[in-house]
């Protein structure tokens, strides 16, 4: 039976971007590396983000003779940069395969001072999960984005966050394109990798990992990331709604889904963040609300209610201001803080449920599928 280590050393050259963290440290186990130049290579890679063997540091002439036979650093690049009215960004990486990822910088200013500026990071080319609104669900899936993918977004986010902000990146999270949790190892090495001052990316605890409610990935990243904050999409707490809503929840119920919330607040001490998209005729009602509180009971959360983006051929439609603050107020008398998360970036398609690129590079007009007319009887 031939070992992980055998198999890594099969596919040379190995990219050290693209593997584990369980593949790196039987890799360089492999190649005889002792800890300080494990340490060497690995800083230069995720933190100083080199891009060829020749430029990592402090290496003897015999490991970089080793190294540069077996190994190469292949980079994505920044594909495109779109500046929304609004203030937003959308950034468009390049990766080594031509697949292209997508992130989300959102500045928000209070009385005219910046007052954070999160970046949206995608975990996956296109999705599995299909939900009705999502631009992203269409594209099918494609694969999973890898650490150093992810590691290259915020880095990127980082970077024009600077250049054209003259700030830091506060916020963090894996909420772009595709199922963070469907993608769970990776997105635990990046969240490990960054809880290193020195790598890119804010601290843990202004990480945000967001699910459609994987309950098995949501107990893991309570025990692997206590620090790392939660976010669910339940848009509502009736299954059947829900299910048509959003059709993988057909085999997420919603009670695994509560008893995992329960075990992750008891695991780290942190409320997690309802995710409720508002869609008119869909679940805008008092009444719908009123379900999810009785769905939370005495779950302590923090509930963010998202403005639905308004595309023309979709079919589902946007439900007014007025509607969507009488929705916070009753929220709140049971309660529940609410956040309101209004449209960012719909002028470049940067918005909630509006990512979508294709594998050839071009990118493509944003049409949302939907499974739930706004006028179909509920
Ligand atoms: S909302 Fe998230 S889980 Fe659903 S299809 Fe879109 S990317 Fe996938």
Known sequence: ???????????????????????????????????????????????????????????????????????????????????????????????????????????????????????????????????????????????????????????????????????????????????????????????????????????PARITVSTVGLFRQIRMLALDHPEVRLAVSIHSADQQKRYEIMPVSSRLGLPDIRDALVFHQRQTGNPPTIQYLVMEGVNDRPDDVRQLIGYLGNLRANITLIMYNDVPEAGLKRTGDDRIHALRSVLEEAGFPVDIRWCYGEDISAGCGQLKVCSNKERVSVSMRHGLKADEPR
């Open 1 to 203: 039976m031939p070992t992980r280590q055998h198999h890594l050393m099969q596919q040379l050259p190995v990219d050290l971007n693209h593997i584990s963290l369980t593949e790196w440290d039987e890799f360089f186990a492999h190649l005889g590396f002792g800890s300080s130049s494990r340490r060497q290579v690995f800083e230069a890679v995720f933190h100083r983000h080199v891009s060829g063997v020749d430029e990592i540091p402090d290496l003897t002439d015999s490991e970089r003779g080793s190294l540069a036979g077996v190994a190469v650093i292949r980079r994505s690049s920044l594909h495109e940069l779109a500046r929304s009215a609004d203030g937003s960004f959308r950034l468009t990486l390049a990766l080594h395969d031509g697949h292209m990822a997508e992130t989300v910088i959102i500045p928000e200013w209070v009385d005219g001072k910046l007052r954070k500026c999160s970046a949206s990071i995608s975990s996956q080319i296109g999705c599995f999960f299909g939900c009705s609104f999502c631009a992203t669900g269409r594209m099918g899936f494609h694969r999973n984005l890898t650490t150093g993918e992810l590691l290259e977004q915020v880095r990127q986010a980082e970077q024009v966050i600077r250049q054209e902000l003259d700030t830091d990146l506060t916020h963090l999270y894996f909420m772009g394109m595709g199922e963070p949790m469907h993608n769970y190892r990776a997105i635990s090495d990046a969240l490990t990798i960054m809880r290193d001052e020195a790598a890119p990316g804010p601290p």
